[in-house]
């Protein structure tokens, strides 16, 4: 077994799918032909409070009743801050935030940057950082940038911190997001949930922003 293949044993050796092996391997930092593309037309402005993608979304949506209720704000360039108050329902250990939530923080807000190339993107590949806990109550600042675009693969990068926005790194996060058709979702989402989106004209107007024609 080779120790430094994260596949399970028996997806490993000759046999093994190439798309495995791609798929496993690919870095989540950009190739060097990776572009830098400008802010979409569509994007909101520098300053803007972007809204939720999904009221239910558990990273953003205001009616998700535990959700985490991030907000989250566009940059100057092709990137992001955003806010997440770690709340007791959020606990892992006692007094602290469970890693797990903060990697969905940090995916959420990496998440955000679609709004500024204004096409749609599902996580890929999402590597995390866990530089010090987190404690109940705290703000984690987070600041998320695009660090390359090749072809549908969006490279990104963030940095959490706590105690202000130019407090110490509570966590770090590298992504590699890769753009997707509107039906990405009605394919695979349950189809009352996608059909309560559709319905509603406010959400169905936001997925429709999102279209992408790679
Ligand atoms: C309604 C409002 C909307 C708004 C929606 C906004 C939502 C934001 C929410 C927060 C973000 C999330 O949590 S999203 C939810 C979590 N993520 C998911 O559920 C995604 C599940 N995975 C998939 O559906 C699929 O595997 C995809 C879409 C990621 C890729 O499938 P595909 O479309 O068939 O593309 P494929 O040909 O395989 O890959 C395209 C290129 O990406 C590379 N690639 C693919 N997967 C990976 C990977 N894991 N790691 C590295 N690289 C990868 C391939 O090597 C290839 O590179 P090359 O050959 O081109 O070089």
Redesign the pocket.
Known sequence: MNRSDPTPPAAQGPDRPA?VR???L???TPPADAVLPPRAPEAPAPGALLGS??DH?F?CGPQHPQGLRLTVVAGEGLDVTAEFTVRPGHQGGPGLAHGGLLV?AM??T???L?WLLHS??????LETDFVRPVPVDSVLHIHAWITGV????IYSAAEGRIGGPDGPVAIRAQG???Q?K?E??TT?GRPEDIKK?LDDPD?FK??RA?EVNP
């Open positions: 798309a791609a798929v496993a690919a870095p989540t993608h999904y979304c990273g969905t995916d959420e990496l998440g955000s679609n749609a993107a599902v996580t890929g590949r090749h072809g549908r693969k590699l997001f890769v997707v509107l990405h979702f695979h989106a959400q936001r997925a999102f």
